[in-house]
C-alpha cells in the first residue's frame, strides 16, 4: 500500500510548477463530457498556472493542503477562507471556507486520500473561524457527489460557473460548521 502524507504547504514546502502541472493534468476529470477541450484550457491558463499557486501559497486566507506519495504529488485541496459572494445565501456576509478545488490521483482515487485532505480542510476552516465550507460541484460528476454525499455535505444552491467561454450550472454543497 502507498504511504500517502498530507501536509498544509506554504511558500517553499511544495513546488509550485509541480503542484499547477498535477492541476491542470487533473482538472478535466471535474469537466462534463460535453466541455470542449479548448474551454477546459483556457481555464487552466487562467486559473491553474505556477503563478496562481504561488499566491495561494503565499496567501494568508488560502488553505492549501497536498498529498503526496513517494515524493510526487498525488492530491490537493484549496479552500479560501472569507466573505465569498457567490457562496450559498444562507451564509451572505459571514467568514466561510470556499474549497476550490479537491483532486486526487487517478490511482489513489477509492483509497480514502480525498477524505483526509477534506477532513484537513473543514478543520481549518473550523480553526479559522469559518461558519461553513461549501463548494461548487458539476451535476454529472457522479462519482464527487457520491464522495460529497457520504462526507456530510448537502445541497446549498446554485451557481453558474465559467470554464472558459462556458456557463456551467453547478450545484452548492456546504458543511455548516
Ligand atoms: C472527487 C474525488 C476527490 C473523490 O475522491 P475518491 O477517492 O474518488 O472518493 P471515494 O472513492 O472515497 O468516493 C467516491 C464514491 O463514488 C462512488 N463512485 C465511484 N465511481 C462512480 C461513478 N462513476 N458514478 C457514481 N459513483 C461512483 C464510489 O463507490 C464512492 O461511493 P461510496 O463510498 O458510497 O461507495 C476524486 O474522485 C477526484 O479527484 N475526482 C476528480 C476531480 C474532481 O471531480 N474533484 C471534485 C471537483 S468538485
Known amino acids: 500500500m502507498t504511504e500517502v502524507s498530507i501536509t498544509?504547504?506554504?511558500?517553499?514546502?511544495?513546488?509550485?510548477?509541480?503542484?499547477?502541472?498535477f492541476a491542470a493534468r487533473t482538472f478535466p476529470d471535474a469537466c462534463p463530457p460535453s466541455l470542449p477541450a479548448g474551454e477546459i484550457?483556457?481555464?487552466i491558463g487562467a486559473n491553474l498556472s505556477p503563478?496562481?499557486?504561488?499566491?495561494?501559497l503565499a496567501a494568508a486566507e488560502s488553505a492549501?493542503?497536498?498529498?503526496?506519495?513517494a515524493g510526487a504529488?498525488?492530491?490537493y485541496a484549496l479552500s479560501v477562507h472569507g466573505v465569498h459572494d457567490a457562496g450559498p445565501t444562507e451564509w451572505a456576509g459571514e467568514?466561510?471556507?470556499?474549497l476550490s478545488k479537491l483532486y486526487v490521483d487517478r490511482e489513489l482515487r477509492g483509497a480514502g486520500v480525498a477524505g483526509r485532505l477534506l477532513a484537513a480542510a473543514v478543520e481549518a476552516a473550523r480553526t479559522e473561524g469559518c461558519a461553513a465550507i461549501w463548494l461548487g460541484v458539476n451535476s454529472e460528476n457522479a462519482r464527487?457527489?457520491?464522495f460529497y454525499a457520504r462526507s456530510g455535505m448537502r445541497v446549498a444552491g446554485q451557481r453558474r460557473f465559467a470554464v472558459g467561454s462556458v456557463e456551467c450550472v453547478d450545484?452548492?454543497?456546504a458543511i455548516p460548521l
Request: proline residues 0%.
Open 8 to 21: 498544509r504547504a506554504k511558500t517553499g514546502d511544495v513546488s509550485a510548477t509541480e503542484l499547477a502541472a
Open 41 to 43: 484550457e483556457a481555464f
Open 95 to 98: 467568514r466561510t471556507a470556499y
Open 144 to 146: 464527487a457527489r457520491a
Open 171 to 173: 450545484d452548492l454543497l
Open 73 to 75: 504529488v498525488a492530491g
Open 64 to 69: 492549501v493542503f497536498v498529498a503526496e506519495a
Open 51 to 56: 503563478a496562481e499557486f504561488e499566491r495561494h
